[in-house]
Protein backbone atom coordinates (compact mmCIF):
# COMPACT_ATOMS: atom_id res chain seq x y z
CA UNK A 1 0.00 0.00 0.00
CA UNK A 2 1.31 3.46 -0.65
CA UNK A 3 1.55 5.89 1.43
CA UNK A 4 1.50 9.49 0.56
CA UNK A 5 1.79 12.82 2.56
CA UNK A 6 1.55 16.03 1.58
CA UNK A 7 2.86 19.34 2.49
CA UNK A 8 3.34 22.96 1.68
CA UNK A 9 0.44 24.44 1.60
CA UNK A 10 -0.78 27.82 3.31
CA UNK A 11 -2.22 30.99 3.30
CA UNK A 12 -0.81 33.38 0.29
CA UNK A 13 -2.18 36.49 -1.47
CA UNK A 14 -3.15 36.61 -5.04
CA UNK A 15 -0.26 36.66 -7.13
CA UNK A 16 1.80 34.65 -4.95
CA UNK A 17 4.20 31.28 -5.45
CA UNK A 18 3.40 28.26 -3.13
CA UNK A 19 5.39 24.98 -3.65
CA UNK A 20 3.59 22.05 -2.87
CA UNK A 21 5.58 18.38 -2.14
CA UNK A 22 4.51 15.19 -1.52
CA UNK A 23 6.23 11.96 0.01
CA UNK A 24 5.72 8.81 -1.18
CA UNK A 25 6.77 5.74 0.59
CA UNK A 26 6.37 3.44 -2.50
CA UNK A 27 9.37 1.54 -2.74
CA UNK A 28 8.90 1.19 -6.90
CA UNK A 29 8.12 4.93 -6.83
CA UNK A 30 9.64 5.29 -10.27
CA UNK A 31 6.71 2.83 -11.60
CA UNK A 32 4.05 4.98 -10.65
CA UNK A 33 2.32 7.80 -12.56
CA UNK A 34 1.24 10.81 -9.81
CA UNK A 35 -1.15 13.10 -9.95
CA UNK A 36 -2.71 16.86 -8.01
CA UNK A 37 -6.12 16.80 -7.58
CA UNK A 38 -8.21 19.55 -5.84
CA UNK A 39 -11.56 20.31 -3.64
CA UNK A 40 -13.08 23.36 -3.34
CA UNK A 41 -15.79 23.77 -0.55
CA UNK A 42 -18.79 22.63 -2.12
CA UNK A 43 -17.37 21.73 -5.12
CA UNK A 44 -16.17 18.15 -6.68
CA UNK A 45 -12.59 16.93 -6.61
CA UNK A 46 -11.16 18.11 -10.00
CA UNK A 47 -8.21 17.36 -11.68
CA UNK A 48 -5.23 19.96 -11.59
CA UNK A 49 -1.89 17.65 -13.06
CA UNK A 50 -0.04 14.70 -13.63
CA UNK A 51 2.93 13.25 -14.70
CA UNK A 52 4.37 10.42 -15.84
CA UNK A 53 6.71 7.65 -14.61
CA UNK A 54 8.88 9.17 -17.72
CA UNK A 55 8.00 12.53 -16.90
CA UNK A 56 5.46 13.58 -19.68
CA UNK A 57 3.04 15.59 -18.01
CA UNK A 58 -0.92 16.95 -18.59
CA UNK A 59 -2.40 20.11 -16.74
CA UNK A 60 -6.05 21.31 -16.48
CA UNK A 61 -6.83 24.23 -18.40
CA UNK A 62 -7.62 26.87 -15.39
CA UNK A 63 -3.58 25.69 -14.20
CA UNK A 64 -1.71 25.47 -17.03
CA UNK A 65 1.22 28.18 -17.95
CA UNK A 66 0.89 28.66 -14.00
CA UNK A 67 1.38 25.38 -12.61
CA UNK A 68 4.42 22.74 -13.07
CA UNK A 69 4.46 19.19 -12.01
CA UNK A 70 7.61 17.63 -11.53
CA UNK A 71 8.86 14.52 -10.00
CA UNK A 72 12.39 13.33 -8.19
CA UNK A 73 12.66 9.24 -8.56
CA UNK A 74 15.56 9.42 -5.84
CA UNK A 75 13.40 11.00 -3.48
CA UNK A 76 10.30 9.44 -4.46
CA UNK A 77 8.88 12.92 -4.17
CA UNK A 78 6.37 14.70 -6.23
CA UNK A 79 5.62 18.72 -6.23
CA UNK A 80 3.87 21.08 -7.73
CA UNK A 81 4.87 25.03 -8.18
CA UNK A 82 1.75 27.04 -8.29
CA UNK A 83 2.54 30.16 -9.71
CA UNK A 84 0.29 33.84 -10.28
CA UNK A 85 -1.86 31.85 -7.73
CA UNK A 86 -6.06 33.20 -7.89
CA UNK A 87 -8.70 33.21 -5.47
CA UNK A 88 -10.59 30.41 -7.18
CA UNK A 89 -7.21 28.02 -6.36
CA UNK A 90 -8.53 27.87 -3.08
CA UNK A 91 -8.77 24.27 -1.97
CA UNK A 92 -7.17 20.93 -0.48
CA UNK A 93 -5.02 19.36 -2.91
CA UNK A 94 -4.63 16.07 -2.74
CA UNK A 95 -1.99 13.98 -4.29
CA UNK A 96 -2.32 10.83 -6.17
CA UNK A 97 -0.56 7.59 -7.54
CA UNK A 98 -2.01 5.40 -10.64
CA UNK A 99 -0.82 2.71 -12.71
CA UNK A 100 -0.42 5.19 -15.64
CA UNK A 101 -1.13 9.11 -16.19
CA UNK A 102 -4.77 10.00 -16.74
CA UNK A 103 -7.15 12.92 -15.48
CA UNK A 104 -9.23 10.96 -14.17
CA UNK A 105 -9.70 10.59 -10.36
CA UNK A 106 -11.06 6.78 -10.67
CA UNK A 107 -7.60 5.85 -12.17
CA UNK A 108 -5.90 6.38 -8.73
CA UNK A 109 -4.89 4.06 -6.46
CA UNK A 110 -3.73 5.74 -3.35
CA UNK A 111 -4.30 9.21 -2.23
CA UNK A 112 -3.06 11.55 0.40
CA UNK A 113 -5.04 13.49 2.96
CA UNK A 114 -4.48 16.57 1.83
CA UNK A 115 -3.12 19.80 1.60
CA UNK A 116 -5.30 23.36 2.39
CA UNK A 117 -4.42 26.03 -0.07
CA UNK A 118 -5.95 29.42 0.38
CA UNK A 119 -5.20 32.51 -1.98
CA UNK A 120 -6.59 35.69 -0.50
CA UNK A 121 -7.84 38.25 -2.97
Known amino acids: QVQLVESGGGLVQAGDSLRLSCATS????????MGWFRQAPGKEREFVAA???????TYADSVKDRFIISRDNVKNTVSLQMNSLKAEDTAIYYC???????????????WGQGTQVTVSS
Open 26 to 33: ARAFSTYA
Open 51 to 57: ISRSGGD
Open 96 to 110: AAAPFISRRSQDYRA
